[in-house]
């Protein structure tokens, strides 16, 4: 991908051959590939192939490439009613050998809502905001996009503004702010620094950006990739 789009991840998509399992490939031009565990592939009326997370599967990748003052993270999820278990990791970036210090964290609580998480150094030194109960809605597919602008975290979905983050210290901290050490890493669907709270989801479409989409480049894209989920 070129970088003008400011696409630093952006996780591979299939349409006709079923992807492998051992690699999800990053299509940008930085290549933070993570290797795959335990992940299955389902593929959806569309012909999409989307990935499986059955509880125990997750995805990492050992300091990556991206390290931005500013940013987005944007990706299709479906959550299923039958398996719902609190505190489950969507993706979580941090350092991989300890609970506490520098870690983001994007997390499925109970009550079908999202809750977002910074902390640094030690318990909740950030922000700390849960959506609306019922936010979630389980069984269909859903379109997610956080930005960051140096202001504020706002929360998308489906193209639209649901929430913006307004308390809670130091809310204008993006991935360069939070961490001080090369043993970081992303994971999608369990924890950065232990095997554990893995996503029981379907997830696809999973994109990291160097800088804050606009509310047009979020709706444009809904709209461009919503019919492949069925919405």
């Not at 997610?144 to 979905?157: E, F, G, H, N, S």
């Not at 649901?162 to 992303?186: E, K, P, Q, V």
């Not at 996503?199 to 800088?211: D, H, K, P």
């Amino acid at each position: 991908m070129s970088k003008a789009r400011g696409i630093v991840f952006e996780s591979e998509v299939s349409r006709d051959v079923e992807p492998g399992v051992v690699t999800l490939y990053d299509r940008s031009r930085f290549a933070n590939n993570g290797t795959m565990t335990d992940i299955t592939w389902a593929q959806l009326p569309s012909g999409l192939w989307v990935m499986d997370f059955d509880g125990t599967a997750y995805i990492r990748r050992d300091n990556p490439s991206f390290n931005n003052p500013t940013g987005s993270i944007s990706l299709w999820a479906n959550f299923p009613t039958s398996a719902l278990v609190p505190n489950e990791i969507v993706f979580a970036y941090g350092l991989n050998n300890n609970f506490w210090p520098d870690m983001f964290w994007l997390l499925y609580p109970s009550a079908s809502r999202f809750r977002f998480q910074l902390q640094k150094g030690g318990p909740v030194q950030g922000f700390d905001e849960y959506t609306t109960i019922g936010s979630v809605t389980n069984d269909i597919w859903q379109n997610w996009v956080l930005t960051q602008d140096r202001t504020a975290p706002k929360l998308y979905r489906n193209g639209l503004l649901i929430l913006t983050i307004s308390t809670g210290a130091n809310i204008g901290w993006w991935f360069s702010d939070i961490y001080a050490s090369t043993a970081r890493r992303y994971s999608i669907g369990a924890l950065v620094h232990a095997v554990s709270n893995q996503v029981t989801a379907s997830l696809s479409q999973l994109r990291i950006y160097n800088y804050a989409l606009t509310a047009g480049q979020i709706l444009n894209h809904y709209e461009a990739t919503r019919r492949d989920f069925g919405v």
